[in-house]
């Protein structure tokens, strides 16, 4: 038996980053670039555009806001899933009305 289908879009972690890190210290995309040493571009795609975190960027994150990486990568994991119930849900529903 399969578990019930999550309604409700998880939060991503560019936003957990953005409104819980990032916001409350006023670090802009540009100084948390610089601080870790990551291209603005990639930070504000993952950030900003909902891109997925690369393991790279995860480790530099977690170093400098002193969480485990597991924080981001459960993060990641819970919007992967939901994409993937999402999937699986419309071609259960495509196949069903054939």
């Known amino acids: 038996m399969s578990k019930p289908l999550n309604l409700r879009r998880p939060t991503t972690p560019g936003e ?3 409104e819980e890190l990032m916001l409350p ?5 540009l100084a948390l670039s610089k601080e870790i040493d990551a291209c603005p571009f990639m930070l504000e795609n ?4 909902g891109e997925r975190l690369t393991p790279t960027i995860i480790a530099k994150l977690s170093t400098y806001f002193s969480l485990s990486p597991e924080f981001f990568l459960n993060l990641q994991y819970k919007c992967d899933l939901f994409e ?3 999937q699986h849900a419309s071609l259960s ?6």
Do not use: A, E, V
Request: net charge positive; glycine share 0%; charged share 25%.
């Open 16 to 18: 957990m980053i953005w």
């Open 25 to 29: 210290r006023k670090t802009t995309l």
């Open 46 to 49: 993952m950030i900003m555009k």
């Open 84 to 86: 993937i119930q999402q």
């Open 93 to 98: 529903n495509d196949n069903n009305k054939s």
